[in-house]
């Protein structure tokens, strides 16, 4: 929700407070492609580094995905092949819960001891496994927790191509207040009666 909520003071910033630029304010074209409005504003060295930016947050998202969808058929089918899974229809509980232990009686029976009933899993062979080797087991979950690490770094730059998109358009925002400065005026400023002084910046739009 406050990243939402933070997009949208953005877009209304763009839209209100900055004249539209031939028809579309910069800053609403850096959110939609960073960069976009650097380029508007006469700035392609700032649009180029954001352009940049955003393909190389994109190509290792997509990356990422790939690498941990990969990781994630790997574990999947060598459960299959060494511990007799089958993965239709399966939660991601249950893929943490066959790298912890040997068997489907195994994991029930000490949760049982616990009075865990809602994590047992039924006595059908849907969900029974029974680990070929220790070892096996082991090399199951190094495959499970790869994937899972690569799927969180996707998470991480996701987040960075929204605050690439976030930056780029307070870059715009930026610049097209700076073009619109038509006098800056420097007051100096005295106040005898505190013995004070001191200057002040006029900004004229």
Known sequence: MKKVSFITIILIVGIVFIQPVKGISPVVKSFIL???GEYALNEPGRGRTFIISETALWTSFAGALIISNNYTDRFQAFAADNAGVVPDGK???FWIDIGNYD???DHNEEHLRFRE????YPNDAKWVWIWSSEKNRKQYRDYRISSDQWLLTAQFVAGGIVLNHIVSAIDALYLQRISHIQKITVV???DYEKSAS???LQIQF
Do not use: E, F, K, T
């Not at 009933?117 to 047992?120: S, T, V």
């Open 188 to 190: 100096p400023m005295v």
């Open 198 to 200: 001191g200057i002040a």
């Open 117 to 120: 009933y809602n994590a047992l």
């Open 91 to 93: 939660n991601q509980q």
């Open 34 to 36: 960073p960069g976009l």
């Open 103 to 105: 068997s489907r009686d």
